[in-house]
Structures are given as structure tokens and as C-alpha cells.
């Protein structure tokens, strides 16, 4: 199913930490590397050229979204995802599953799928593991995922049932996927139970697909046990291939993972935050919106050399979040995303160089 | 007062239609020229890197908002509005007047200046000539406008007395003025009403600035009376200093007013138009949250190089505005804005190569 046209060099490692590189049809991907995430087929408040200043490698994008809306045959019709939205890089679209769980009581699941009701419009609509591949083959990213179930991390008999599904569901979106220019990763489950956590890696990884995720973390569990759980599945997971930590997350969760042998990462928390005023930096965030930065004319992190960084005073963007101007959500996503993607490169040269342990007893962010 | 860091060069002249540069400490300004409007110290929803990427030349800040939020004093304390904004190129401010009295039932007027109350608090504040020059010092705009009265067109009284305050204004503000590196435009009033016209624009002439504006038009009376005050005031202020035709508008009003013998443009319609989901083009304006466009594969106009234009379909762009995704903004205002300044481009060079009348003639915009 999935040509040659994806491998996974690695560079180099330092205890279980990697620094790789993951080709594939739409460019090389540096890792470690975090993704900003493109819900709607948009990183909320940047450009796509924007993206590129601050060396984004990789963008997510969501399949449950960009199928009720614009549709994905509308975007399979204007020529697939990376030219829909003016993305000439690597995209990886999530499965669905997680929005779709998450609707709760929206939604209802059976054996073969889930059948759901649309947050826009109320309509009637269903997923199986077949329809998100053909979803995802429509928007045509270059990594896609394995249609799984998410479930509460300490329901146990639901998180039985919900990985059985899963391992069910990820051997069919295997046999429906027909792409040569996505890589199918699958996705292990098990909530905070190691037993299941490690008959799930066994699975997923017997499936031999071209890279694996760990879904199911940092959705409401504790660090440690988020550790724990990471710690089995890492020591599972095929180390020639790239391992993905889907929705982590804050800048330390990414040093943690990393630090255990994660090579992929996405979260909405860099944007997410700019659209709340707030800034990420080496030595915690910063709300801008504080009326103690009205008149402080530093930068957000002297230390920094994004665009924001270079050329705005905390002062202003201060101003332009008490007068409600669009531009401090541009600015302050563009500051937030290159941390994170900065805090990978940094990383990755730690790596390479042998001194990652004093690097992670460095940074304090 | 203004040195000679300000000079005009005429380069051409076809009928009453000029090419020329205003040379201002931050840059020269070819001419004609439309200045993109950055109320609140920001043009809204694009950065400055992108404005210098459509060719914006000059750019126009609101010293009434600046002065409410976040006080010009700041801004002088973050090393004045070209830095605190981080515009390197040449910025115009105009005087408060044309906001204060929009405010109506919230200013009380005497010869002296204008009593008003903010629209954010409810605060009372006062604005005479030699405080909207003060403001405007600490702004550090190249370009500063003296404090005029904006009369109804059509109330001849209120246009005697306003135009009589706007031009004893106009003297104190001279007299109040002192930065050698600021050239003070006068303001010529008179609503609809040629002998007030006439008169205004002999007084503001008469006072010997670097440049002149024409204010009180496109306020309400209809295009033939605009385009016959124009004719009056146009044949009156001097050929040899840049001519401001205030809040002027539309590409249909730009390429009459350049006819005319305007120089310099200034309007919020291009980035309105964005937020309001409009595109302006050859053809008319197009609303892009119409459902016409949801499947539409063409850029906003195919002959049109901007980025969005280079770059996005109207499907895509439609996607944004019905997803309520903010860079919908961002694409328009690049568009619109780079469609006025295209156009002053190309009419300036058809002022060189002596085609002007083949060119209004072409262009159905």
C-alpha cells in the first residue's frame, strides 16, 4: 500500500531520543517536529508564507472539520488539501475519531462505525473506518490516520472495548486505504491501564504500517501517568519508524516526549493561546492583555527572533489586544508556533551533538 | 518650520493629472499615491511586511483614536508611531477633527476648540489647534494635518462658521507646529458651496504649506458636486505642493480625482470591504460569501499578481468566511488593498508615457 516513497532516516540518538528525518511526497520533515494545526484547513490568524518564516515543516489538518465543512470532494475538486489551502508542504489529517467521541451525546457507536450529528446544522452523519480513509484520501495529505476511539482514561471496561475497536478498525482502514502517497499510521488506545497500553502497541505495531501514534494522552490523566503509559508503548513501538504523540502539547510535554523517544507532535495550545492574548516564553506565559505591560517597551522574549519578536514592543501588542485589532492574534501565533517549532530544532541539534542532557536541565520553558 | 527634508517633484503632468514624488524624511512617496488607513495604529488584519510586499508607500494613522488609546504620550515614550508600529516608510496622522465632530450630540464646539467625550469611557476631553498639533508631535507622522471643522455639505451657515474656524485653525496650528522633520498640510472646507470653495482654498494657499488637503468631501453630496468643488479648489491650491483629497474612496473616485489633479488618497473601503467579505475588482465588486463561489476555482480576478490572488480560490476563500476563519480578513485586505495602489501605479505611469485618457478609458474598475 505505501510505495517507497516514505522512509524514516535516523540521524542520530542520544538515550531514547531521535533526531530523524521523515521523507515524504511533499517534502523532508526534520524531527523531532511539532505541527501547528490547521483545524479548518487554516492555521488560525497565519499565512501560509508566515508559516514558512518560521520554518514549519509539517501542518495538521482536520478530517472530521473539512468533511462537513467545505466537504472533502469540494476540496478533492480544487486539486486536494495542499493546494486548497496554499500548503506546498507535508499534511496530516487526524482520523475524525477523536471529534467524533467527543460528541458525546451526539453520537452513537457500534461494531462497524459511529453515526453522529453535525455541530453546525444538527444533520445525520456516519463514519466507519472505510469513509475515513475515503475522506482522507479525497483531501490527500500526506500522513493520515487509522480511524480509532478515544475513551475516558479511567473507564477500564470502555477502554476494553474501545481499543478492541480500534485494533478492528485500523487493520480495515489498512485494507481500504489504496493511496501510495499517504502514509497510513495506525493509533494505539488503552487509556491509563499498562496492560492494555501494551497489548495495543503489540497490535498496532504488528499492522506494519509506515509510522505509529499514541492517541488517548493528555485527555484529563496525570503526567506521570501520561509518562508511564509512553514508557511502555515507546519501548513497543518500531524504532525505525516515526512515532507520533497526537495532541501534545506544552513545551515541556514536548521535551518529555521527546526525551522518551517521540518523534511527531501537534497541538492547538500555540494558537490557541495567541487568540487569548497569551505568550509563550522561555520562563512561563505571559497574558498580555495585563495592564503591567501597557508601557513596557521589551519585546515578548528578548531571547527570541521571530518576526513579532524583532519588531513589536509587549506595549504593543498590549494595545492592539485592549483595541480588539486582529493583528495581536497574527503576531502573537506566529511568536507562540516558532517557540514550539524552535524548541524542536534546538532540541534536534542537542541530539545530533550528544548534549541533550544538558540541554533539558537548560531550558526551563 | 518644515524644512526642506519635504519636497515635491513633479516627473509629468497630462491635463490636470500628475505624476510626481514627495521625498519625506521616512521615504519618498511616488505620487499619485492611495494610503492604506491604520486607525488604531495598525492597518487591520495585515502586517507591515505584507504592506510593503503590495508597494504601500505612505500609510495613514487616526490621531483622535491614537490619542484616546493608547495616548500619544506613549507612543512618544515607544519611540513614535513608526516604531511602535514598526512602519519604517512615510505615515500621515490626521488632526482629530473629522472624528470629533462625527461625535455629535457628545462634542460642544467654541472658537477656541472642541469639548467631547470618548466613545470608549465616557471621559471628557478637549482638542484646540495647538493640542492636536501637540498630539501629533508625539505621534511623528511625516506627514500632519491641521485641525479643521467638518460641516454638513448642505448648511451653508454651519459651513461659514466651520470653514472660518478651520482656517483661523489652520494659523494657530502653524504658529503652534515646531518639528522640522513633520510638514503640516492646511485643510481647504466649504461643503457644496463654490464661494466658500473658492475662498477657502485662497486662504489655505495663502498660508504657504508643504502640502494642501481638501476635506468635507464624500461626506453625503452627490458625485457631480464633489467633482465641481474639486475643479474649484484644484484650480486654486498650488501645483508645485502635494494636493490631499481626505477619506477619498473608490477606485471610480481615485482615478477622477487623479483627472483632477489629486496626488495623495487615503481610505478605510479597501479594508472595510475585506471584513465585510467584498473583493473589489475591474469588474465590480464580488462578495465572496455568496454560495455562487463555494465551488469556484478561480482567484478573485485572474489578471490581479497579489498573493491572494497568486495563490487562493474564490471556493477556498468562501470556505474561510462561512468557517468564520480570521485569515479571510487577511486575503481580502491584501487584495483590495494591493487592486488601489495597482491602480495608482499604473495610472502614474500612464501619466509618464502621456496615455492617460486611452487608460481611464480601458479601465472599467
Redesign the interface.
Known amino acids: 500500500m505505501t510505495a517507497a516513497t516514505f522512509t524514516f532516516e535516523l540521524i542520530a540518538q542520544q538515550g531514547h531520543a531521535r533526531a530523524g528525518v521523515f521523507h515524504t511526497p511533499h517534502g523532508a520533515i526534520p524531527t523531532p517536529v511539532f505541527a501547528p494545526v490547521g483545524t479548518?484547513?487554516?492555521v488560525?490568524?497565519?499565512?501560509?508564507?508566515?508559516l514558512q518564516e518560521i520554518s514549519a515543516s509539517l501542518i495538521l489538518a482536520n478530517t472530521f472539520h473539512l468533511y462537513l465543512?467545505?466537504g472533502d470532494e469540494?476540496v478533492a475538486?480544487?486539486?486536494g488539501l495542499h493546494r486548497?489551502?496554499?500548503w506546498p508542504g507535508p499534511i496530516l489529517t487526524d482520523s475524525g475519531g477523536f471529534q467524533v467521541f467527543s460528541l458525546e451525546e451526539n453520537r452513537k457507536v457500534d461494531e462497524d462505525g459511529v453515526t453522529f450529528k453535525s455541530h453546525i446544522d444538527g444533520s445525520t452523519h456516519r463514519f466507519t473506518p472505510e469513509k475515513a480513509i475515503s475522506i482522507q484520501e479525497n483531501l490527500g495529505a500526506d500522513i493520515i490516520m487509522a480511524f480509532d476511539e478515544c475513551a475516558p482514561p479511567y473507564d477500564r471496561p470502555y477502554n476494553e472495548s474501545a481499543m478492541a475497536r480500534t485494533h478492528a478498525w485500523a487493520e480495515r482502514c489498512l485494507n481500504a486505504s489504496h493511496r501510495t502517497d499517504q502514509a497510513l499510521f495506525g493509533i494505539v488506545q488503552g487509556g491509563v491501564f499498562p496492560d492494555l497500553r501494551e497489548a495495543s502497541a503489540q497490535l498496532i505495531a504488528s499492522l506494519n504500517c509506515p509510522g505509529n501514534a499514541i492517541g488517548g494522552l493528555s485527555v484529563g490523566e496525570t503526567k506521570k501517568e501520561m509518562h508511564a503509559m509512553l514508557d511502555i508503548v515507546l519501548s513497543i513501538l518500531p524504532a525505525e519508524k516515526p512515532r507520533y504523540l497526537m495532541g501534545v502539547g506544552t513545551p515541556e510535554d514536548l521535551i518529555d516526549g521527546v526525551l522518551r523517544g517521540v518523534d511527531i507532535f501537534d497541538c492547538v495550545l500555540p494558537t490557541r493561546l495567541a487568540r487569548h492574548n497569551a505568550a509563550i516564553t522561555k520562563t512561563g506565559r505571559l497574558n498580555l492583555v495585563n495592564a503591567a505591560f501597557?508601557?513596557d517597551?521589551l519585546p515578548i522574549d528578548p531571547e527570541c527572533i521571530c518576526?513579532t519578536c524583532l519588531?513589536?514592543?509587549r506595549?504593543?501588542l498590549?494595545?492592539?489586544i485592549?483595541?480588539r485589532?486582529?493583528?495581536s492574534?497574527?503576531?502573537l501565533s506566529i511568536h507562540n508556533l516558532y517557540t514550539l517549532i524552535r524548541l524542536m530544532q534546538d532540541i534536534r541539534q542537542a541530539i545530533i551533538e550528544q548534549r541533550l542532557n544538558e540541554f533539558a536541565q537548560k531550558v526551563s520553558i
Not at 44 to 50: E, G, R
Open positions: 479548518q484547513a487554516t488560525k490568524a497565519v499565512t501560509p508564507a508566515q465543512r467545505p469540494l475538486e480544487m486539486g486548497f489551502m496554499n501597557a508601557r517597551p518576526y519588531h513589536y514592543s506595549a504593543y498590549h494595545h492592539l485592549v483595541a485589532e486582529m493583528l492574534a497574527t503576531l
